[in-house]
Structure formats: structure tokens, C-alpha cells
């Protein structure tokens, strides 16, 4: 299919066919009833607009080819491309290529800098690394190592959203990588508190694996990931004093929702969960610290192990509306009624928690393609990246902008969720600051900084560079240090920035400036290129003519609702004023700039971060 | 077919007028803004009350804390029963300074155990109800008119709850130096032009919303930058200066905002493991952020005009768990600091025996809305009980200058 939309003749065709039943749709008013009824359209309703709808919210959208592809398929065989994509390969999609940061020393890292110097001085030896046996700064190679495990595992994990990134540009099955995208957002671990990207990289597979499975089989293989284990301190939980973190957020943000259990339910769910934890990357369950006696939970009685747990939890009525109501706001409205959650809770709880049937409802219902839930979204950071460069025609995310920059700038970083309930996701999504960062993510890749700096490899901490240069002069690291703080320029001496060398076995700003430098000899780049779209010709290949078309062209292609007449004409005018006529062809020679300047304000529009 | 509603044209000439920040005039309607300034400072997670002002008098709480109390020589002791955190250096100084109250056993009925809800609890100022708006912005809706641009202020990378309000859209950013529209010379006047576009708001919310929001971004991105490009670091404010350098800043421009809202962010404070060395390391921050700020507002003589509140959603366990650390309790100490404060401890300080629940959580002896009432009543000298809705006990904690 890839290789039709790659056929420049036929797409020439596509677009004149597309922009006809677009014009033509533009004016058809949907039935009013259709908001609420989650009865599915038929064929007859079925048209490019809805197709478009349709990859916008089950994908991340996609060129007007891609849409057409989609619309020609007819309604059942779209739904079909886009859920039950099990014969889809994906075979071809590229692994992560690790940067092998990793030995096993670096096993059972301590929970902080003094743990492991403390477990050092104790045993004589941390992180695989010997204590030395005499002189100065003992303890600095083993400090320095934990400073570079911080570093290497946070620039690895950057290098992991990366290539999921692209991943979600690339990947046959949009679906499949926005249901993983979800699933991140629901079950939010964080790599602060995670701090090894091989764990976070397995959760990644194992939501993939899940993405649009059975919900049980899901929260069981993420409770047993390393990673979740880790997040939600379960490994510490154990017989006799439990550890209630991972009991608490598997009722309130992963299954029921606050309000339908009570504290001393979580108190007997963490007994059950005592004893699990894992052996680096394996889930093991310990017997000795298994609590083995009987337990209550929402009012159920008996030895109940972790699994048992869940499955009491997915018993209860809540847990079917409490995950479809995520699901309808992320996929359809934010703005809910009860009743359909209702209804959508129900065709859960037939399936058995299997997710594809409820997503293939949803996606078919009237209610989807009413004309308040079109257009009604509003995109993540991430979904509004992906979405612009597939729109783009893009196969693979540009190195300039930095994608984790870009996305961080608007309040989105992958696997730096803020808090275990994730991203709050729709206004929240928005501040003043933010919708102005949108406008310059447009602009970042349309003229890319040439005086670009990757932050994460090259330090902007103005107290690690004044300490590189001093070291690198031949300064001592006492001397160094001090030289970091501002010398005696500052007024008064903050104690976090006076403790920074006050153990003379180590010195921890040496240590995270060493740490640093190691970790960026052994992490591999990312590739810095820029994005290469001949805008030019594809406004010429639409078969506009005139600035009237070009900006029409680019409006219909990036925007789902459309801006109001003055402002495209403003849009227009601007154009005219840029080029001395409103003659695209005769200003295709110096078109290029101008119509850059042109996709950058559409961009900027607020309708651009509705999907 | 589309109605034109309404164009304006927001922002003229931005690009001359950078480093000359023209001054503002506001018309006030309400003779309620006193010039003072509130800054709230949230400790997000849950900060362990227990360990950062830690009751060494008392041997309860060692029999609670066997492994995690912390020992009586490590403390910076400030009187013969309480005990700073070590790392709280600089809270420390400016308590002696006189110039941090210490309000103990802050809390709420039915305490709620999860960070979100009692959290949306302090944020609203209503538990267990479902309050919409926040009560800075409850306070921004009573002390201002919607005219008055900019009154609140929240540094962060999204919009606290506590500010949101029914009039004001207050401006939330985390990096000034980036809060611009960048874009050529050509382009300025297009991108600052807003074009409503009201005849699908009905059916279409997100789109009034977003067209809300770029409006005050317009109103507010060249105030904040500039002031941000004007201010230089003079004092240290440590490893993370928690926003607050901004917020200076922003007071040394003497912007209209009265109400500045950040966060120690994404439940730092969770330490439900290993807690004490984070626990610390953590506080130390805070602290030396915090005094910072106040050395800051020292330096430009407006050390007098702003109070700070120190705010979490809940203390933790009284008990320690088994994995040295604690779980989600419920009462702890609220800080409310400045010039204009007298130092000191104020509210009742909690029971470790007597005054614990079946769950071993801190009864609290202090509800947290008397704190926010202190600052309302006694420091922005409005009436408390409009937007709290009802009268709170207040406590007299700035009677040096107010």
C-alpha cells in the first residue's frame, strides 16, 4: 500500500478527487442525533471526512493519500485496517539499538549517592567497583559510576523515546502505537524513579504486546514488569509490614477510581502483593515474604495471591466504566455523559475485558462521528508532533528539532510522566506558555536552529562547565569546586552548594561532571537531521494555481477544524504581499520561503492543536 | 456563512521594545488590593512533617521511628522539644531571624490518602465537595475585576487547580526566556492576531477555550519575558530554585500580580522508600530556595510586601514502614514566612499518642483552611469568608508591620 502512496501520477489524481469530496462534504450537516448513540453509522454515511476523523483519533492522522487510502476501504474494512491488525506485519520495524551502557555492577543500583557510598564503606566494594586502598578521594571512581549510571541510563532512554517515536511515525499500525502511548499514560512510570531505560524499554514491549489485548492480561504482565515493580516500591512490600504504594495505585488509577474501596482495602490488596519483586529484569514472586494468611478485600475473603487481587478488582462494577471512561476521553470527547459509558462498560464486560471489540465500537458509532466530538481534541505534545510529521509525509522523526525537547517544551516528556497518574491530558494540555511553545515547534523544523545544542549531552549547568574548566587548568577538586559556587561573588552560600565537597573520600559535583563525561563517550548519538519537504512542489502537485488554493490546499491537509474566513484571508494576503502577486506559478522560483512562513501560521492557529 | 466577531490587534512594536518595560497603568475598581503579595510554595508528595520539624523531645517519636527518627545531635535543634531537618540550613537561619511561623497540625475531616484528591482538597480549600475553582483564583475573582490583567500568576509547566478561576486566565509558564512567539518580522502581525470565531463554540468548547488562552498569552508573553531578561541571580538560591527566582523577578518588575503560585513538582516528596538522605537532599533544596527568595526580595527592599505559605497535600504515617521510609498520612505543619512574620509556633502541636487514629494517621489539630484565612484576613486584608465560606479560626502571626 506504501508504494501506491509513493506514486507521485496516481496521488496527483487522489488529491483532485479529494479535494472535490471535500469541498463537496464540507457542507453536509450531520444528524444531530447522532452525539450520544453509540449505534454504528452505515456505508452510506461513510466519507472522506470521516476517514480522516478516523485516523486522526485511532492513529496519529496521516497525508491526504494515506486518508484516502483509508476512505476507499469502505467503513467496516477501515476499522478493520485499524483494530484487529494482528496480519499486519511489522516485522520490518527496526529493534532499539542499545548503546551497551549496562554491566552488572550496575545491578541492584543503590537507591541514592549516599546508600552507595555507604555500601562501599561498609563491604569495601559498589557498582562493581573496588574501594581504593589508601590515599585520597577513595571513593571517587564509585561515585563518579553512579553518577554516570544516573546520566547514561536518562540520555539511553531519551535515544528509547526516540526510535518509539519513530515507531509511531512509521509503524503500519497507528493503533497499535497510540493504544502503547495510552498505556504509558496510564500505568506512568518515570525514569527518575525507574532510572534503568532496560526496564522502561521492556514495559514499552510489553504495552505493544498488549495495546489493544485483553485489559486482565494487561495489568498483570505491567504489575509483574520490572519496572512498575520498581516504580511502586513492591519489592519492598513484604510479609509483616507491607508496602502500600502499589496496592493504592492499582485501585485508584489503574482498575476503580477513588471512592470505590476503602483504605483498609488496600492495606489487606498490599498483603497480597507481598513477596513480589523482581531479580534485575525477571519477575519472581519470594514465598518467604509472602504473606500466606487471609485476606479481606472488598469484601471477599480468603489466601488471596496478587493475581487474585486484580481479578477481584475487574470484578467490580467500577473497573469496566472506570477504564472505558479513560478510553472515551482520550479517543472521543472529553466531556462524557454517564450513559454511554454505560453502554461502552457493557460491551467491555461481554468481551471479557478484550479491548479490541469496545475500540472497534466506539470507532464505528454515530456518536464518534458526531459533529461535537469532531474536531473536540486536543492533541498531546506528542500526538501533535507525530500528527504534524506524518501530515508532512515524514517517514522518520528529524534530529533537528530535538523530539524530546520539542515535546518537553509542551509539557509532554516519554517516560517522564509528572506523577504515577500520568499526564492530565486535554486543557490541561494548555497554558498561555504552552500554546505559544506550539506555534514554535512549527517553526523549529521549518527553519531549524543552526546553532542547535543537544542539552542532554553537552551540559548547560554553568556550575559542572566552570568546574570542567578549572579541573581541565589543573585545578584541584577542592578548588574547583569552590570555584563552581561563584567564588565570592554570591552573597551568601546556599548549604546544598556548600555540602558538595565537604567528604573528603569524594566529591559529588566531580562525580556528576566525571559521570557526565563518561556517559556521553559510551552513549551513541542521535542523528541531527532536519527535516527536507519540498513544500513548493507539493502545493504545485495539489494543482493549486493561485495563493488562494496553496493556502487552502495546506489548511485542508494540517488543519481538522478550520479557521474562519478573515483569517484566511489574512493568510491569503500575506502570501500576496510576500510574493507580489497571488500567481503561485509565476512565483514558483522564490515560492518556497513564503509558504514556509505561511504553514508556520496555520500552525500557530489555536485550531491547530484540535484533532 | 461565518460571522466576523471580533479582531484585535494585541500586541504593536514588540520587537523595539525590548529592555524598555513601559509602566503600566491599572484603573482599579477595588480598593481591596493592598499592594501586599502572596506566594504560595507547594511541596508536591506529601512532605514527611514529622522529619522536618522533628519533635526530639518527645520519645514517642522514636518508638514510631526506630530506624528512620532522626537522632537529637543531628538535628539543628531551635528550642528544648523541636528539631530542624539538618538539611533545612536555611529555614533554619530565617526562623531564628524571627522570620518563619510554623503552624503544626495542619489538616482536614476524612482525610483522603491519595496524593490527587487531597491535593485538589488543598488546591479547591473544600474537601470532600466538588469544588470547581481554586482558591487563589476564588481569591483573584474577589479581590479583582476581570479587567485587571495578570493578577495571578503560576509558574509551571501546566495550570494548578489552585488557580483556576472563574474571571482570570492566569498566566502559567516555566521558562520565561521561552514564553514569546517566535517569528519573522514579516509574520508579527498575522501571528498576534487573534480572530475569534464564536459560531461553533457551542458545539465546540475546546475551541472558545483555546482561543481564551491565546489571548493572555498575547496579553502577557513580553511582560514576562523582558522582566526575565532584566533580572540578574545575585544571591544563591541553591540547587533548584524552584521557580522562585522567577518570581522575583517578576516582583522586581513590579508586574500587577499579587497572587504567585509554584511547586516543588511531580510528587518529589513520595518517600516511601529510603527516605531519609532524599528526604534530606530534598528539604535542603526547598530551603535554600527559600531563602534565596526572601535574601532576593532583601536586596530590591521588598522583602516587606511578600509573605510566603509552604504547603503539602498530606503528612505521612506516624509509624515508619519497613522499607525505612513512610506511607501517606494525613495532618503536618503548614510554614508561612517573610519579614512581616512573626516567627514563632503556632496551633496546637499534635499528640503522638493520644492524638493518632486507627490507622496511626495525626489527628489534625489545625484545619488548613485557618492558614489560608490568616493569609486572606490578615494579609491581604480581604474578607476570608467569601471565599472560603465560612469564618476559620485566624491566627496573629504579622502583627511587626501589618
Not at chain 1, 488496600?266 to 525477571?282: M, P, S, V
Not at chain 1, 530535538?402 to 517516560?415: K, Y
Not at chain 2, 482525610?111 to 482558591?135: C, D, I, V
Amino acid at each position: 500500500m506504501k508504494l501506491i502512496w509513493l506514486n507521485i501520477r496516481k496521488i496527483k489524481l487522489f488529491i483532485f478527487v479529494f479535494l472535490f469530496l471535500f469541498s463537496f462534504n464540507i457542507s453536509a450537516k450531520e444528524n444531530p442525533n447522532w452525539y450520544g448513540n453509540i449505534e454504528p453509522i452505515t456505508s452510506q454515511d461513510w466519507d472522506i471526512n470521516k476517514a480522516k476523523h478516523l485516523l486522526e483519533r485511532a492513529g496519529f492522522g496521516g497525508t491526504p493519500e494515506e486518508i484516502k487510502f483509508l476512505y476507499n476501504l469502505g467503513l467496516s474494512k477501515a476499522i478493520e485496517h485499524l483494530v484487529y491488525y494482528e496480519n499486519i506485519s511489522v516485522s520490518e520495524m527496526p529493534k532499539f539499538n542499545e548503546s551497551d551502557i549496562h554491566d552488572p555492577g550496575l545491578i541492584n543500583f543503590p537507591p541514592s549517592r549516599p546508600a552507595t557510598t555507604k555500601l562501599a564503606k561498609e563491604t569495601g566494594e559498589a557498582l562493581g567497583i573496588k574501594v581504593k586502598e589508601s590515599g585520597n578521594r577513595k571513593l571517587q571512581p564509585i561515585v563518579n559510576k553512579f553518577f554516570f549510571w544516573l546520566r547514561a541510563s536518562r540520555l539511553e532512554t531519551k535515544r528509547v523515546a526516540y526510535w518509539w517515536a519513530d515507531r509511531m511515525i512509521s509503524s503500519p499500525r497507528p493503533l497499535e502505537e497510540k493504544m502503547t502511548l495510552f498505556w504509558h499514560n496510564h500505568f506512568a512510570n518515570n525514569e527518575t524513579k525507574v532510572r534503568d531505560y532496560r526496564k522502561l524499554l521492556l514495559q514499552n514491549e510489553t504495552f505493544r504486546i498488549h495495546a489493544t489485548g485483553n485489559f486482565r492480561d494487561l495489568i498483570i504482565a505491567t504489575a509483574k514488569d520490572p519496572a512498575m515493580l520498581y516504580f511502586l516500591d513492591a519489592g519492598q512490600n513484604i510479609k509483616g509490614s507491607p508496602n502500600e504504594n502499589f496496592a493504592r495505585e492499582i485501585m485508584e488509577l489503574f482498575t476503580l477510581g477513588v471512592g470505590n474501596y476503602e483504605e483498609k482495602d488496600i492495606r489487606e490488596a498490599a498483603r497480597a502483593f507481598t513477596g513480589w519483586n523482581t531479580n534485575d529484569l525477571e519477575f519472581v514472586v519470594n514465598k518467604d515474604l509472602h504473606d500466606n494468611e487471609s485476606k479481606t478485600i472488598l469484601n471477599k475473603t480468603g489466601n488471596f495471591s496478587g493475581e487474585d487481587v486484580i481479578d477481584i478488582l475487574l470484578s467490580q462494577e467500577a473497573a469496566s466504566k472506570f477504564i472505558v471512561k479513560k478510553l472515551y476521553k482520550e479517543f472521543v470527547n472529553e466531556n462524557i455523559n454517564d450513559d454511554i459509558i454505560s453502554d461502552y462498560a457493557h460491551v467491555l464486560e461481554q468481551n471479557n475485558f478484550e479491548l479490541k471489540p469496545l475500540l472497534a465500537a466506539i470507532f464505528s458509532s454515530k456518536d464518534f462521528y458526531s459533529e461535537q466530538n469532531r474536531g473536540s481534541h486536543i492533541k498531546s505534545p506528542v500526538e501533535l508532533v507525530i500528527s504534524t510529521y506524518k501530515k508532512l509525509g515524514l517517514n522518520n522523526t528529524p534530529g533537528v528539532p530535538d523530539f524530546n525537547q520539542s515535546t518537553t517544551a509542551m509539557g509532554q516528556t516519554l517516560f517522564w510522566p509528572p506523577t504515577v497518574a500520568g499526564w492530565a491530558g486535554g486543557r490541561s494540555w494548555i497554558t498561555p506558555a504552552l500554546l505559544m511553545e506550539r506555534g514554535n515547534f512549527a517553526r523549529s523544523f521549518l527553519y531549524p536552529d543552526i546553532d542547535f545544542i543537544d542539552k542532554d549531552f553537552y551540559s548547560p549547568d554553568p556550575k559542572i562547565i566552570v568546574m570542567h574548566k578549572a579541573i581541565r587548568e589543573g585545578a584541584d577538586i577542592t578548588t574547583a569546586t569552590k570555584s563552581s559556587n561563584g567564588g565570592d561573588s554570591m552573597m551568601m552560600m546556599s548549604e546544598a552548594n556548600m555540602m558538595a565537597d565537604r567528604d573528603e573520600d569524594f566529591n559529588t559535583r566531580y562525580g556528576s561532571y566525571r559521570g557526565w563525561q563518561m556517559a556521553v563517550s559510551k552513549v551513541k548519538p542521535i542523528i541531527r537531521d532536519t527535516i527536507n519537504i519540498n513544500f513548493t512542489k507539493m502545493v504545485l502537485d495539489s494543482g493549486a494555481k493561485n495563493t488562494s488554493e496553496a493556502v487552502d490546499y495546506l489548511i485542508n491537509r494540517f488543519l481538522t477544524v478550520k479557521i474562519n474566513s478573515e483569517k484566511r484571508m489574512m493568510i491569503i494576503s500575506f502570501l500576496n504581499n510576500n510574493l507580489g502577486t497571488n500567481n503561485i506559478i509565476e512565483a514558483k522560483t522564490y515560492l518556497e520561503d513564503p509558504l514556509k512562513m505561511v504553514l508556520h501560521l496555520i500552525m500557530s492557529q489555536p485550531e491547530y492543536q484540535l484533532g | 456563512m461565518k460571522n466576523i466577531k471580533r479582531r484585535t490587534f494585541l500586541k504593536t512594536a514588540s520587537a523595539a521594545s525590548i529592555g524598555a518595560l513601559t509602566p503600566i497603568k491599572y484603573s482599579l475598581s477595588n480598593e481591596s488590593i493592598n499592594g501586599k503579595i502572596l506566594v504560595v510554595l507547594e511541596l508536591s508528595g506529601g512532605n514527611d512533617g514529622l522529619n522536618t520539624i522533628v519533635p526530639y523531645g518527645d520519645d514517642n517519636y522514636y518508638k514510631h521511628r526506630p530506624k528512620i527518627g532522626l537522632k537529637e545531635n543531628k538535628l539543628l535543634k531551635i528550642d528544648d522539644y523541636f528539631g530542624f531537618n539538618p538539611g533545612i540550613v536555611g529555614l533554619e537561619a530565617l526562623y531564628k531571624e524571627g522570620k518563619m511561623a510554623i503552624i503544626h497540625g495542619c489538616g482536614y475531616d476524612n482525610p483522603s490518602f491519595s496524593h490527587f484528591t487531597s491535593m485538589a482538597y488543598m488546591h479547591t480549600a473544600a474537601p470532600n465537595s466538588g469544588e470547581e475553582y481554586g482558591w487563589i483564583g476564588r481569591l483573584a475573582d474577589h479581590m479583582a475585576p476581570s479587567t485587571y490583567k495578570n493578577f495571578i500568576v503560576n509558574v509551571d509547566k501546566t495550570q494548578s487547580l489552585a488557580v483556576k478561576s472563574k474571571m482570570h486566565v492566569p498566566i502559567v509558564f516555566d521558562h520565561p526566556e521561552r514564553y514569546q512567539r517566535e517569528g519573522f518580522y514579516v509574520q508579527k502581525n498575522v501571528l498576534n492576531t487573534l480572530v475569534n470565531s464564536n459560531n461553533d463554540y457551542d458545539i465546540n468548547s475546546s475551541r472558545e477555550f483555546l482561543n481564551e488562552i491565546a489571548n493572555s498569552a498575547n496579553q502577557s508573553s513580553n511582560l514576562i519575558s523582558e522582566a526575565w531578561a532584566k533580572y540578574t541571580r545575585k544571591v544563591d538560591y541553591g540547587i533548584d530554585a524552584v521557580d522562585l527566582d522567577k518570581i522575583a523577578a517578576l516582583i522586581e518588575a513590579d508586574l500587577p500580580t499579587r497572587l504567585y503560585y509554584t511547586a516543588f513538582r511531580d510528587n518529589a516528596f513520595d518517600t516511601h522508600v529510603h527516605q531519609n538522605n532524599l528526604h534530606t537532599r530534598l528539604l535542603t533544596y526547598a530551603s535554600d530556595a527559600i531563602r534565596g527568595f526572601i535574601s532576593d526580595l532583601e536586596r530590591m527592599g521588598r522583602a516587606d510586601d511578600v509573605v510566603v505559605l509552604v504547603m503539602t497535600e498530606f503528612g505521612r504515617r506516624v509509624p515508619e514502614n519497613t522499607s525505612l521510609g513512610t506511607d501517606h498520612g494525613s495532618a503536618g505543619p503548614m510554614f508561612v514566612i517573610g519579614t512581616s512574620v512573626k516567627g514563632g509556633h503556632y496551633g496546637e502541636i499534635p499528640d503522638l499518642v493520644n492524638g493518632l487514629d486507627d490507622g496511626d494517621n495525626l489527628k489534625y489539630t489545625t484545619d488548613f483552611r485557618s492558614v489560608y484565612a490568616t493569609l486572606i484576613d490578615n494579609w491581604l486584608k480581604v474578607d476570608s469568608k467569601n471565599i472560603l465560606r465560612k469564618n476559620f479560626q485566624t491566627f496573629d502571626i504579622f502583627d511587626r508591620t501589618v
